[in-house]
């Protein structure tokens, strides 16, 4: 799993390194404590026992402390996953770590660090819009595949400028559980069987193509028609730039036959989206027969151009 700190740079926000925890710390056997109370689905909800977790680590309150570790390590069952992601689901109960004593002995270590290193300062933030610019880069194109409008929280532990981040955390059961540091599935993890609105697809009977991988500068140099985006009027005022990366699959005619978005701001993803499903590449070869294609497509906005 990975705990990031400072994650991607947002309206000023200082960025930094991420954080992978590999300690094997012991995880203490369970003492007994006091009944949990419950906390509600709200950002609210989630720092008050983010909260209660700094308090029982400062009090020594073992007992108390694994408790509530063990409360965000509760399984989620893989029903949750393809409720909320349709037929994406699958692969993303794949990024997915699980419940148990390895999970619990991460998150054990992840809050004893931060308590140490005294970044107890914790801000929730309940994600429920699809389209969103303030849920950053990262978090857009998660939530953008949702089939079902399931709030997804980030928790972010700052001192100073400087903060950790923990993502993502979902309500699941009547309380807050660790789901997995969410993102967009490869399309080469299995079969995709792709719908909404972030996608492009034709029939399904295509998903099964023989397909070729390529790189982005590769894709590029067999491009053909180029539609440039659009800069959003949104983005404009937001000051936001940057590179939208997306996932593509070109089909044998060198169309646009799956695509989404990797990394990027909404209104910027969906200007990027609009324009590359316009594309027009050259079709590709192996052994004399057309293939499709899997690539990467970056579309730079800069406000200076």
């Known amino acids: 799993m990975f705990l990031s700190s400072s994650g991607a740079a947002m309206f000023g926000v200082t960025s930094g390194a991420n954080l992978r925890i ?44 694994n408790a509530l570790i063990s409360s965000l390590s509760q399984p989620v069952p893989a029903e949750w996953f393809g409720n909320t992601f349709g037929d994406d689901g699958e ?32 801000t929730a933030q309940k994600h429920e819009a699809s389209c969103d610019d303030n849920s950053g880069e990262l978090i857009y194109p998660v939530m953008v595949m949702r089939q079902r409008s399931v709030p997804l929280y980030e928790l972010r532990f700052h001192a100073g400028e400087k903060f950790y981040r923990l993502w993502a955390l979902a309500y699941v059961d009547g309380g807050f559980r660790f789901v ?14 792709l719908v909404g609105p972030s996608y492009k697809s034709e029939d399904s009977s295509k998903e099964h193509e023989k397909r070729i991988r ?14 440039p985006p659009e800069y959003p009027e949104t983005a404009r005022r937001e000051r936001l730039q940057g590179t939208v ?25 969906e200007a990027a989206m609009r324009a590359v499903r316009q594309w027009r590449y050259m079709p590709t070869l192996l052994e004399g027969k057309p293939v499709e294609v899997d690539t990467t497509i970056d579309v730079v906005f800069s406000l200076r151009s």
């Open 180 to 193: 997995g540091e969410l993102h967009p599935p490869d399309f080469r993890a299995g079969p995709p069987k």
């Open 91 to 122: 692969t993303m109960l794949q990024q997915y770590p699980g419940a148990g004593p390895r999970i619990t002995s991460a998150l054990q270590a992840f809050f004893a660090k931060l308590q140490n290193e005294k970044f107890t300062q914790a």
């Open 245 to 269: 990366r997306l996932h593509a699959v070109i089909a044998k005619d060198g169309s646009i036959r799956l695509l989404r978005v990797q990394v990027g701001y909404c209104s910027l993803g």
């Open 22 to 65: 590999k300690q094997n710390p012991v995880v203490t056997a369970p003492a007994t404590a006091a009944a949990l109370p419950t906390y509600p689905d709200t950002a609210g909800g989630l720092e008050n026992l983010v909260g209660e977790i700094f308090r029982a680590s400062k009090k020594n309150d073992t007992a108390t402390f």
């Open 214 to 227: 390529i790189g982005v500068n590769v894709s590029v140099a067999r491009l053909v028609n180029r539609v």
